[in-house]
């Protein structure tokens, strides 16, 4: 191989060293196997880029770059504070069983028969008020593909008043924007809910971890039974402060069946229906 100035890697192939630039050795170090300049001109191509092989490959690197930068991160958190980060998947799932066992008045045989409904939330800031978030008319966003401006979209909470139903009107009566809307107030004074801190950490990593394992374990229920459509997606890497909780709570009532002609469970959106300007929670 001639040398022309670039650097130059050495790699033990078939019991031999053998010489090669650096972006081949690159590629070598990603993929697994050996090419040559040609080959990985080629796969790094736009038509390799975009055909299953090369989605796959592109998958696998970005999910090794995650677990990397989540590793750096943690190892950063447990210089912060005194409490350590979670290190093992299995670690939060421990914590959400324990949790679950010690919860048995909560996470019991109502729960699974589905007379019981309930929204696990996670907060660092006031957890009354974050309970019944999911009840509120929280707007989303996008950027249009082509203008690149800012296009908000109606909010989608779980549950709603129907048009029908003797608080939608007197809400409406009220003056509210949006009658359909259930206030926490409402949840907790008409539908008879209950909230209660599961957990705490000085950490939003373990705080989130724990969140996600109690929602991943619920996943399987019909919406309106669980009030959370997914399972968390929020930020996890926070530097932690003196003064400040990270708490798992839940909320819960065994109300909601008794209120079926008053409320709507909203499903899941579609994202061809959002596109096109036809959410409309009265269809």
Same mark, same amino acid.
């Given at each position: 191989?001639?040398?022309?100035?670039?650097?130059?890697?050495? #790699?033990?192939?078939?019991?031999?060293?053998?010489?090669?630039?650096?972006?081949?050795?690159?590629?070598?170090?990603? =993929?697994?196997?050996?090419?040559?300049?040609?080959?990985?001109?080629?796969?790094?191509?736009?038509?390799?880029?975009?055909?299953?092989?090369?989605?796959?490959?592109? #998958?696998?690197?970005?999910?090794?770059?995650?677990?990397?930068?989540?590793?750096?991160?943690?190892?950063?958190?447990?210089?912060?504070?005194?409490?350590?980060? =979670?290190?093992?998947?299995?670690?939060?799932?421990?914590?959400?069983?324990?949790?679950?066992?010690?919860?048995?008045?909560? =996470?019991?045989?109502?729960?699974?028969?589905?007379? #019981?409904? /309930?929204?696990?939330?996670?907060?660092?800031?006031?957890?009354?008020?974050?309970?019944?978030? /999911?009840?509120?008319?929280?707007?989303?966003? #996008?950027?249009?593909?082509?203008?690149?401006?800012?296009?908000?979209?109606?909010?989608?909470?779980?549950?709603?008043?129907?048009?029908?139903?003797?608080?939608?009107?007197?809400?409406?009566?009220?003056?509210?924007?949006?009658?359909?809307?259930?206030?926490?107030?409402?949840?907790?004074?008409?539908?008879?809910?209950?909230?209660?801190?599961?957990?705490?950490?000085?950490?939003?990593?373990?705080?989130?971890?724990?969140?996600?394992?109690?929602?991943?374990?619920?996943?399987?229920?019909?919406?309106?039974? $669980?009030? /959370?459509?997914?399972?968390?997606?929020?930020?996890?890497?926070?530097?932690?402060?003196?003064?400040?909780?990270?708490?798992?709570?839940?909320?819960?009532?065994?109300?909601?069946?008794? =209120?079926?002609?008053?409320?709507?469970?909203?499903?899941?959106? $579609?994202?061809?229906?959002?596109?096109?300007?036809?959410?409309?929670?009265?269809?």
């Amino acid at each position: 191989m001639k040398r022309s100035g670039a650097i130059f890697a050495k #790699r033990l192939q078939n019991g031999k060293l053998q010489e090669c630039d650096a972006r081949t050795a690159t590629h070598r170090f990603m =993929f697994g196997k050996t090419s040559t300049r040609k080959q990985y001109k080629r796969q790094n191509s736009k038509r390799y880029r975009n055909s299953e092989h090369g989605k796959q490959v592109k #998958r696998q690197c970005t999910k090794r770059r995650q677990t990397e930068k989540e590793a750096e991160r943690l190892a950063v958190l447990a210089t912060l504070s005194d409490e350590p980060p =979670f290190k093992e998947v299995k670690e939060p799932i421990a914590e959400a069983e324990r949790i679950i066992n010690d919860n048995q008045h909560i =996470f019991n045989e109502r729960l699974d028969s589905g007379l #019981r409904s /309930f929204y696990i939330f996670y907060t660092g800031s006031d957890a009354h008020v974050e309970s019944t978030r /999911f009840l509120s008319n929280r707007n989303s966003y #996008r950027n249009d593909p082509v203008t690149n401006d800012v296009i908000y979209t109606i909010g989608n909470p779980v549950l709603r008043w129907k048009e029908t139903s003797e608080y939608y009107k007197q809400r409406q009566l009220d003056g509210a924007p949006d009658p359909s809307i259930i206030t926490g107030e409402q949840f907790r004074n008409i539908l008879g809910a209950r909230m209660k801190i599961l957990y705490k950490s000085k950490l939003q990593y373990n705080a989130r971890m724990v969140e996600d394992s109690l929602q991943y374990k619920y996943r399987h229920l019909d919406l309106g039974q $669980r009030l /959370f459509r997914d399972i968390d997606r929020g930020p996890k890497f926070e530097e932690p402060e003196e003064a400040k909780l990270h708490q798992v709570g839940v909320i819960y009532t065994d109300r909601l069946q008794e =209120f079926s002609d008053d409320i709507v469970v909203m499903p899941n959106r $579609r994202k061809e229906d959002v596109d096109a300007g036809r959410w409309d929670y009265h269809s």
